[in-house]
């Protein structure tokens, strides 16, 4: 039965996920930014907050469900940061260079000119650095699958297992004889 299940939940883990969760670069021009992601409502909103240092060539990506004039703010950030707006084209499509941390009841918030479906922060000052502009192209570069699913097994004993996944030419021939097991 856990192998069915264990079957069950990784067909439906590929088959709902968007494909963005893999992404760990996020490149334009000649430089990557090795990248956080925001994709739930509540890691978007925390976003950078009390952060007091960040690394030089890192960056925090908002996905967002569609396009749209998504506002940023900087309630309880701790460094200023360079917001840059991209859309479902992956060009960038506005940028907010060195925007100020707040510490203040009412913060301002800034919307782009055009709507995005993603929004990189980096560090303040970045892009007049490396000379990003808006039209400028980005390129998401993914992790690839791992050969092995962290998850939890909600039995008796409880705790995390791993399920090794096997590649997709083994996966029919192997399926059959119940191969797929929990570690």
């Not at 060195?98 to 009841?105: A, E, K, L, T, V």
């Not at 690839?144 to 021939?173: C, I, K, M």
């Amino acid at each position: 039965m856990k192998q069915i299940l264990a079957i069950t939940t990784l067909i439906i883990v590929i088959f709902t996920t968007s494909g963005c969760e893999n992404i760990n670069k996020v490149c334009i021009k000649d430089h990557c930014f090795d990248v956080e992601l925001a994709q739930t409502y509540e890691k978007r909103t925390e976003g950078l907050m009390y952060r007091e240092e960040f690394p030089e060539n890192a960056g925090m990506l908002f996905i967002f469900d569609n396009e749209d004039k998504h506002p940023i703010w900087m309630k309880n950030t701790l460094i200023p940061l360079d917001v840059i707006w991209i859309n479902s084209e992956k060009e960038i499509v506005d940028i907010k260079e060195n925007f100020q941390p707040c510490q203040q009841i009412d913060c301002e918030s800034i919307q782009p000119k055009e709507n995005a479906k993603y929004v990189l922060e980096v560090n303040g000052r970045t892009t007049s650095r490396l000379d990003i502009n808006t039209g400028d192209k980005v390129d998401f570069k993914e992790n690839r699958p791992v050969s092995t699913f962290w998850g939890t097994d909600h039995g008796a004993q409880g705790g995390n297992r791993t399920l090794t996944l096997l590649p997709e030419r083994d996966f029919e021939s192997r399926a059959s004889t119940n191969s797929a097991t929990w570690a």
